[in-house]
């Protein structure tokens, strides 16, 4: 990380060079604004810290100056602390902070690195934006995770196949827009897309099967199948008489219903030809943003709003809560926000309450001797995850020290979205 520093007085820049040098931040020091100005064309920093107090050019014009020519880069301003209203008045000329003399390295050193997250969190806000605006093809099928890659190419290789697809995942992972990607690169692009929850009577199922002739049928839900429909669907797949494609969805565990008796093996196998496993939100790392930035274009139109991006603020909170809800929530969440803004940048105070207070709750535990508290979903992914790298990814052994059967372990990885590779 690398930062300006201008103040005029020497010692307290040695003092700064030599502190925050120990801290892995390099330090260009200057002792007026003027030159530090003049060399900002020059140099790639992360940040700007400025004594507001200073002869020559204030602190207050060098923020103004690099808000106007670089407005990339934070400014944090040093001020007495009896000056509180002179460092008001730089946050209002746009810098980012403000830190009071004297000055503790230490928290300079933190107030200075947090300024540069807010930099890198702001490019990438804006690197995401331009990402949703120039993506194509793919509807509402969104992310750039490597785990989203894996999806995309099996979308791709079973384009040219009429094999039945099992999908799988949390609720709320996007199962039916996977499976509309499925139909629209396939043949039956053209013929009838027909999704149904088939909770309800084999009368259901028929007319769904009658009128998806020629396309695909999407079956929500399917573990929820009453097992006096389970034989229709059964008769269906073998005989096809329509020239229907089968793709089913389930977010519960299969496998487990097979074993119970509640879901008929040789139905499973003949709907599992090929299994997309689709992962968590909180395993897709930024496609968090990505996500988001799609949904606020889509709610921007829908309530005709101007509102164009997130605040650096806002996507933070976003990245720091786990999406329990997965996709589903983040697009209900981002709506409202987008329904209750009232700038051109979302802020926290639009998002959700359990989204825009989880920092603060994350900081009040901080200080405190809880650790972190999980759900136990969490706390067993986390566990069997930490016991699978120490077995260098043999799900075997991995298996043995769980005490689990393999098959059980097998289960939990893909219904965490783990590719087998792991």
Same mark, same amino acid.
């Given at each position: 990380m690398k930062i300006f520093f201008v103040d005029d007085e020497r010692e307290m820049v040695d003092l700064v060079v030599l502190g925050l040098k120990k801290r892995g931040i390099t330090v260009v020091p200057f002792n007026t604004g003027a030159e530090a100005m003049a060399a900002l064309p020059d140099h790639d920093i992360d940040v700007v810290v400025t004594d507001l107090n200073m002869k020559g050019m204030s602190g207050l014009e060098v923020c103004q100056k690099v808000v106007a020519d670089r407005p990339d880069i934070p400014v944090l301003v040093l001020t007495a602390f009896g000056s509180?209203?002179?460092?008001?008045? $730089?946050?209002?000329?746009?810098?980012?902070?403000?830190?009071?003399?004297? /000055?503790?390295?230490? $928290? !300079? &050193?933190? &107030?200075?690195?947090?300024a540069g997250e807010h930099r890198a969190l702001r490019g990438e806000v804006k690197r995401l934006?331009?990402? /949703?605006?120039?993506?194509?093809?793919?509807?509402?099928?969104?992310?750039?995770?490597?785990?989203?890659?894996?999806?995309?190419?099996?979308?791709?290789q079973t384009s040219s196949t009429d094999a039945a697809v099992l999908i799988t995942g949390e609720a709320g992972t996007g199962k039916e827009i996977v499976a509309r990607a499925m139909h629209e690169r396939s043949r039956r692009a053209s013929a009838p897309f027909i999704a149904v929850t088939v909770a309800g009577a =084999?009368?259901?199922?028929?007319? &769904?099967?009658?009128? $998806?002739? @020629?396309?695909?049928?999407?079956?929500?839900? /399917?573990?929820?199948?009453?097992?006096?429909? #389970?034989p229709t669907l059964l008769r269906m797949i073998q005989e096809n008489t329509l020239d229907v494609r089968i793709i089913a969805a =389930?977010? #519960?565990?299969?496998? @487990?219903?097979?074993?119970?008796?509640?879901?008929?093996?040789?139905?499973?196998?003949r709907i599992n030809v090929i299994h997309?496993?689709?992962?968590?939100?909180?395993?897709?790392?930024?496609?968090? !943003?990505?996500?988001?930035?799609?949904?606020?274009?889509?709610? $921007?139109?829908?309530?005709?709003?101007? /509102?164009?991006?997130?605040?650096?603020?806002?996507?933070?909170?976003?990245?720091?809560?786990?999406?329990?809800g997965n996709v589903r929530e983040l697009a209900n969440c981002i709506e409202r926000a987008v329904a209750s803004a009232h700038f051109e940048e979302i802020q926290v105070e639009d998002l959700p309450d359990k989204v825009r207070e989880r920092k603060a709750r994350t900081a009040a535990l901080s200080g405190s001797d809880l650790p972190e508290l999980l759900t136990l979903?969490?706390?067993?992914?986390?566990?069997?995850m930490r016991v699978l790298e120490a077995c260098k990814g043999n799900r075997t052994d991995a298996a043995k020290i769980l005490e689990v059967d393999r098959k059980t372990l097998y289960r939990k990885l893909l219904r965490w979205g783990v590719p087998e590779s792991t």
């Open positions: 509180l209203e002179t460092a008001v008045g $730089a946050i209002r000329a746009g810098a980012y902070d403000f830190v009071t003399k004297p /000055v503790e390295i230490e $928290a !300079l &050193a933190i &107030a200075v690195r947090r934006r331009e990402a /949703v605006a120039t993506t194509r093809g793919r509807g509402d099928l969104v992310g750039a995770s490597p785990a989203m890659h894996r999806i995309y190419d099996l979308i791709e =084999s009368d259901a199922l028929n007319d &769904a099967y009658t009128r $998806a002739k @020629g396309g695909t049928l999407f079956l929500d839900d /399917v573990a929820e199948l009453p097992a006096a429909a #389970q =389930s977010s #519960q565990d299969l496998e @487990g219903a097979v074993e119970d008796k509640r879901f008929r093996e040789d139905l499973y196998y997309v496993p689709l992962p968590p939100l909180r395993a897709r790392g930024g496609d968090v !943003l990505l996500l988001a930035q799609h949904f606020l274009r889509k709610g $921007a139109v829908a309530h005709d709003k101007k /509102v164009i991006a997130l605040s650096p603020a806002a996507a933070e909170r976003l990245l720091a809560h786990d999406w329990p979903e969490e706390v067993e992914r986390r566990h069997v």
